[in-house]
């Protein structure tokens, strides 16, 4: 079951690196500014830090930032030196959602499939890759950015940051929104924000479970990087077995879910570095990480 859990989106990872194939060298042919998104290695490859790069257009995710986004996440996803990504933004609006431009009727419905289609794409690999993706907010969140939030395992955000999904009130219903905010804050506050498009404030939002941490704006690059660090500290195959077994148990009821990490945690305890964890607090050391899938017994 580990095994299988390690790896069950691999499939998912070839799938979109096969489609990323006809997008890539387009990309690759423009300058950072004219870049959708930016992408920058720290501390070596632990961590990637991703910034959504059209403040002019209050990062609205078009189709061309949301395939440059796609790439940037699968990236050497693979690699056993990568621990975390972060996604952050330039301007005052971490992301105003979908480019409306793009979702008129001279479009065609073709078109709009595979706008909400790369969306939804883009949102379930951020649950599904092996390492802990956080979002660093310092703005506006809104519809598709604020599901962009939602999906990320951790948000650390600013006091001024503000969050909405004000579809509604130009005739777009914040559908697909609504599946990564309605698993993330209770029923009730996710229908106010879908009926309304009233945003809530970064403290509301702490409250209610959409956002990890609220700081003040000098002290959000500190915070969110002290985070990235202490995840970085831990053995790799152990944080992509546990983010992929919560995921699988979420979508479970109690008793199934108790059987699937009972599972887990047995086939946990048969890697290297399980055992190597055990063997430091043993013997009152700090662990060496193999920071690779190998087992120590059956």
């Known amino acids: 079951m580990a095994r299988s859990l390690l790896f069950r989106a691999a499939g998912v990872f070839q799938l979109s690196r096969t489609k990323l194939g006809t997008n890539m060298s387009r990309f690759y042919c423009q300058t950072e500014s004219e870049l959708p998104t930016i ?5 070596g490859i632990r961590w990637r830090r991703i910034i959504l790069n059209n403040p002019r257009k209050r990062n609205a995710l078009s189709l061309s930032m949301l395939e440059s986004l796609r790439e940037n996440i699968l990236t050497d996803v693979d690699s056993d030196d990568l621990r975390v990504i972060i996604i952050s933004a330039k301007g005052p609006v971490f992301s105003s959602g979908h480019d409306l431009k793009e979702l008129t009727s001279a479009q065609g419905r073709e078109y709009h499939t595979q706008v909400f289609h790369t969306c939804t794409e883009v949102m379930t690999l951020i649950q599904d890759i092996p390492v802990p993706v956080i979002a660093m907010v310092n703005g506006v969140a809104t519809a598709a950015g604020c599901q962009l939030v939602a999906s990320c395992d951790i948000a650390v955000v600013t006091e001024k940051s503000t969050f909405a999904t004000p579809g509604v ?6 559908s697909t929104p609504a599946v990564a905010i309605g698993r993330a804050v209770p029923r009730k ?3 106010e924000m879908l009926f309304t498009g ?3 404030s970064a403290h509301d939002a702490l409250l209610h479970g959409l956002v990890s941490k609220v700081v003040p704006e000098e002290r959000l690059e500190e915070e969110t990087l002290a985070i990235a660090r202490r995840v970085c500290e831990a053995s790799r195959p152990v944080v992509a077995l546990g983010k992929a077994t919560f995921q699988r148990q979420m979508a479970q009821g ?3 879910a108790y059987a699937t990490t009972s599972k887990v945690m047995v086939d946990n305890l048969a890697l290297r570095d399980g055992q190597e964890g055990i063997r430091a ?3 009152k050391r700090k662990p060496e990480w193999s920071h690779r899938a190998e087992k120590a017994h059956d």
């Open 189 to 191: 506050v996710a229908m």
């Open 169 to 174: 009130n130009v005739g777009l219903f914040c």
């Open 39 to 43: 992408s920058r290695q720290s501390d």
């Open 254 to 256: 109690r008793d199934a």
């Open 198 to 200: 009233t945003p809530i």
């Open 281 to 283: 607090f043993i013997e």
